[in-house]
């Protein structure tokens, strides 16, 4: 499938749920009337299902990640990045199935694709309905329970240059698709139950114009928004090259997109909270935005908090 044939179906008005992976060079797009062994969710307002189930997690060891978090540091410094998401792998057990933690998990965005992954997404990545697409940069996490959490999120200075930039890139994203670009709402906390611990989780609102044919470009459009700036960095062309040398492992569908065509509006998720079934067993998928003032421990503490059944 290509971005052109995107164009097509929704120009048709036949309603597809749309998957990319993490640099929008594979592409899965399904019309609804189609699904075999794919479910997926999106809702707003999903209702929390209670359940004790947690996952055991084999992170990698701090001395290998802060290797490769002292490698994003240099490239910084040399001017080739100023904010990089970085990710790693963590080997996971659980006696669960990938359709029983579909089954289980609360979150707005949920995929399962076959018996290879699953998704438990919170973070939106664009939402288009009458010629209008916002998006929702999710940038800045906190444990809930620490005393004056959305004060010290909020007023975190690393935390703060973070967002400002993923803010800057998504509006600058946007601006090559759409008119009249604005920031809805800057910096505002959701709360995510995340296993055994709640988190805070800061988010802003970006949203443009579109042309009233906007369906007839849909692909154009998400190929122009690929991959998502808030799990990637900025600039985002040399930070992409950045990333798949020091992560050292292919993200595949994790951090890619997908979302749903239901024949006038689009919405989607970025795929983040990332389970894949691999020869090796269960592999969780996490990181974190990576900038100057960055701390190691705090990110490597911070891509294990990630690590969780909502």
């Not at 060079?25 to 999106?42: S, T, W």
């Not at 209670?50 to 290797?67: D, G, R, V």
């Not at 999120?153 to 509006?171: Q, Y």
Request: some cysteine.
């Amino acid at each position: 499938m290509t971005f052109s044939e995107i164009n097509t179906l929704a120009k048709e008005k036949k309603p597809f749920l749309f998957i990319s992976d993490f640099k929008a060079e594979v592409l899965h797009v399904v019309p609804l009337d189609e699904l075999e062994d794919i479910e997926f969710y999106i809702s707003e307002d999903y209702k929390q299902t209670q359940h004790s189930h947690f996952l055991e997690k084999t992170p990698l060891p701090f001395a290998n990640y802060k290797k490769k978090f002292d490698c994003v540091l240099d490239e910084i410094k040399s001017g080739n990045t100023y904010l990089l998401n970085l990710t790693q792998p963590t080997k996971i057990k659980t006696q669960l199935s990938l359709k029983e933690i579909y089954s289980l998990a609360n979150a707005r965005y949920k995929l399962r694709y076959k018996d290879k992954f699953v998704c438990f997404s919170p973070e939106q990545f664009v939402k288009i309905k009458d010629n209008k697409i916002h998006t929702f940069p999710m940038k800045g996490t906190i444990d809930a329970s620490i005393e004056n959490a959305q004060e010290k999120i909020l007023h975190n200075e690393k935390e703060m240059a973070e967002h400002i930039m993923v803010v800057d890139l998504l509006r600058n994203d946007l601006s090559i698709v759409a008119k009249n670009v604005k920031v809805e709402k800057f910096r505002y906390i959701t709360k995510i139950d995340a296993g055994d611990k709640k988190l805070l989780q800061v988010s802003s609102h970006i949203s443009g114009e579109l042309e009233e044919n906007w369906q007839e470009n849909l692909g154009d459009i998400l190929k122009s928004l690929l991959p998502a700036g808030s799990i990637s960095g900025t600039p985002k062309k040399s930070t992409l090259n950045i990333i798949e040398k020091i992560e050292e492992y292919q993200r595949g569908y994790f951090s890619g997109v997908f979302g749903v065509f239901d024949g006038e509006s689009f919405d989607s998720g970025v795929m983040i909270r990332f389970i894949e079934k691999t020869s090796n067993g269960y592999m969780y998928k996490s990181g974190g935005g990576i900038t100057l003032e960055s701390d190691t421990e705090l990110e490597y503490n911070e891509l294990i908090d990630k690590i969780y059944l909502p």
